[in-house]
């Protein structure tokens, strides 16, 4: 996990709070977490017994963008944060992302890609 991800931790969960209008839980463990049994990651390193390091930093995510201070990189916490749920609605009606779906054409397009004879269209074949 160490490494991995962390560039992107302070970020993610924010992204999706705006996406999505609601709030995210950003949870992440602290520590090191180590297996029995030998695996790769497909990283091209040997057979290891651990993912790395668990760089914690928890936080919450608002659908406005702005977050609560992370927990501690290195020790288990709590958090308790106290949510404004009307700011879910006040953000959805602001920015209008949900708006502009076409939710009907998205219900006709997964109908037929999950279809048994579904063959997508080819723009050109190498």
């Given at each position: 996990?160490?490494?991995?991800?962390?560039?992107?931790?302070?970020?993610?969960?924010?992204?999706?709070?705006?996406?999505?209008?609601?709030?995210?839980?950003?949870?992440?463990?602290?520590?090191?977490?180590?297996?029995?049994?030998?695996?790769?990651?497909?990283?091209?390193?040997?057979?290891?017994?651990?993912?790395?390091?668990?760089?914690?930093?928890?936080?919450?995510?608002?659908?406005?963008?702005?977050?609560?201070?992370?927990?501690?990189?290195?020790?288990?916490?709590?958090?308790v944060a106290?949510?404004?749920?009307n700011l879910?609605?006040?953000?959805?009606?602001?920015?209008?992302?949900?708006?502009?779906?076409?939710?009907?054409?998205?219900?006709?397009?997964?109908?037929?890609?999950?279809?048994p004879n579904?063959?997508?269209?080819?723009?050109?074949?190498?």
């Open positions: 996990a160490d490494g991995l991800s962390e560039p992107l931790w302070a970020i993610e969960a924010r992204n999706a709070a705006i996406a999505n209008g609601f709030y995210i839980g950003a949870i992440n463990r602290t520590g090191t977490e180590v297996f029995p049994n030998a695996f790769t990651s497909g990283d091209g390193r040997a057979p290891h017994h651990d993912f790395g390091h668990f760089y914690g930093s928890s936080y919450v995510a608002a659908p406005d963008g702005s977050r609560t201070p992370g927990l501690s990189r290195y020790r288990d916490g709590l958090m106290q949510l404004d749920l879910c609605r006040q953000v959805k009606d602001s920015w209008g992302f949900t708006q502009t779906g076409r939710h009907d054409m998205y219900e006709q397009f997964l109908h037929r890609y999950n279809q579904f063959e997508p269209q080819v723009i050109a074949r190498k």
